[in-house]
């Protein structure tokens, strides 16, 4: 069994920043690839940004270039870092782990944290 937890989630102005936070614990051995999916009202849950044990990374196009996934294997912390926010990226963001190495859906993560509130706004 796995365990996230999230952190970081706030209120910030357009063009601001803030950095979420992702600790896990547990079976982390069973952890192949971590990500960041966000929903938004009314919209379906999408994947901002992958990392795998190998380290590759993957970004949403609306995200490159403006947000930073990141691990640091000590803390057993994933981060996300988001620069140059916009409004559009308001929504619940959420820390996913997967058994597999490169899951392609979030049907395909296996665990999930608890969400943390992103809200952009002015």
């Known amino acids: 069994q796995v365990q996230l937890v999230e952190s970081g989630g706030g209120l910030v102005q357009p063009g601001g920043s803030l950095r979420l936070s992702c600790a896990y614990s547990?079976?982390?051995?069973?952890?192949?690839?971590m990500g960041w999916y966000r929903q938004a009202p009314g919209k379906e849950r999408e994947l901002v940004a992958g990392?795998?044990?190998?380290?590759?990374?993957n970004y949403a196009d609306s995200v490159k270039g403006r947000f930073t996934i990141s691990r640091d294997n000590a803390k057993r912390t994933v981060y996300l870092q988001m620069n140059s926010l916009k409004p559009e990226d308001t929504g619940v963001y959420y820390c996913?782990?997967?058994?597999?190495?490169?899951?392609?859906?979030?049907?395909?993560?296996?665990?999930w944290g608890q969400g943390t509130q992103v809200t952009v706004s002015s």
């Open positions: 996913a782990a997967s058994g597999r190495s490169r899951p392609s859906s979030s049907y395909e993560y296996d665990y």
């Open positions: 547990g079976s982390t051995f069973s952890i192949n690839a």
């Open positions: 990392i795998t044990r190998s380290n590759r990374l």
